[in-house]
């Protein structure tokens, strides 16, 4: 048999000065993958230029396309191929690409929600204890009875600094996905950017609200569900399936693409508390700022000599980090 029955990439762009390869493959009936570059790396330019691209193609509003799923370096696009073609999909695409020839012009709507968390809380501290106990009773990365040591051995810093690390950013929803009102978030300053491996093998239960970290994202648990991240605290609903808070009116999730996600740390009685005012009686309200991310002017912050040092310094600690933490 030919590998040409196989192919899965259907056509691409060329790399350009501010975009990767454009690669268009195959994902099933009425789905098309468009990913960016042949490498997976994960940096933010990548997703405010995908985000950008796809906020074109929405307003073009082509009749046939259902939905798409923005990922860091991917978007999925959902048609009806009774309604439009592969072939006519991938031109609505290359036509909103060329539109745009560079990254510098680019300012995305971002809003930034302001979210209450409780470190090392009674609810996630129970997760991890019923992975200890069902699972795997010598989990390397269980100290104490938590992850938060581990997450800090192995990026080189104290839990102290790590705290500081992870509320000291915001952090940025390259898209939905994993589970159902999920966001993927990345730090937008780079040397707040931990790195830390996943459960091996995952957990078999995860809170509603757990805040983990996986790899370098950051992940809000919607539902209560399985997982793989490492925990360290505990936030508000994001997601409520029976849309009964007003927040919640027009859809089950808090989070949009390209929203940012800035922490601040409560107690657990103060985020309990808000529970009861999201899912019983309704009335929390949830702070959330109307804003926009100028990649112009972030990525001349970004390049700076004073983030690159930081960059630098953080890249040291975590290379004699990962020497002395445990595999997983």
Not at 1 to 22: A, C, F, H, N, Q
Request: aromatic letters at 12%; a negative charge; glycine letters at 8%.
């Amino acid at each position: 048999m030919g590998e040409e029955k196989y192919k899965v990439i259907l056509d691409t762009m060329p790399e350009t000065e501010s975009r990767l390869e454009v690669l268009f493959r195959q994902a099933g009936d009425g789905f098309l993958q468009v990913e960016y570059g042949r490498i997976q790396r994960a940096a933010l330019q990548d997703s405010f230029r995908m985000l950008a691209v796809n906020d074109i193609i929405q307003d073009k509003k082509i009749k046939g396309l259902i939905e798409t799923v923005p990922g860091l370096r991917t978007n999925l696009f959902h048609f009806d191929p009774e309604v439009l073609s592969l072939k006519e999909l991938m031109v609505h695409i290359k036509e909103a690409e060329d539109s745009m020839p560079t990254v510098d012009d680019v300012v995305l709507h971002s809003r930034l929600i302001h979210l209450p968390m409780a470190f090392e809380d009674s609810e996630t501290k129970k997760a991890v204890a019923k992975y200890a106990k069902e699972v795997r009773p010598d989990a390397p990365n269980i100290i104490d009875g938590y992850n938060i040591e581990y997450i800090a051995l192995c990026n080189g810093v104290t839990v102290y600094e790590f705290k500081e690390m992870f509320l000291g950013t915001d952090w940025f929803n390259s898209g939905g996905g994993f589970w159902p009102g999920g966001a993927f978030l990345w730090p937008t300053d780079p040397r707040c950017a931990i790195v830390v491996p996943k459960y091996n093998p995952p957990r078999t239960w995860t809170p509603e609200g757990a805040v983990g970290i996986g790899g370098p994202c950051v992940f809000t648990y919607t539902t209560p569900t399985g997982g793989g991240y490492q925990l360290f605290g505990r936030t508000i609903p994001t997601f409520q399936f029976a849309q009964k808070h007003p927040i919640f009116q027009n859809g089950p999730f808090l989070y949009k693409p390209a929203d940012r996600v800035r922490f601040h740390e409560v107690t657990e009685a103060e985020v309990l508390e808000i529970y009861d005012h999201v899912h019983n009686q309704t009335d929390y309200e949830y702070k959330i700022d109307e804003g926009k991310i100028v990649v112009k002017d972030y990525l001349a912050w970004y390049n700076s000599e004073k983030v690159q040092a930081g960059m630098k310094a953080l890249k040291a600690k975590q290379a004699e980090g990962v020497k002395k933490a445990p595999r997983l």
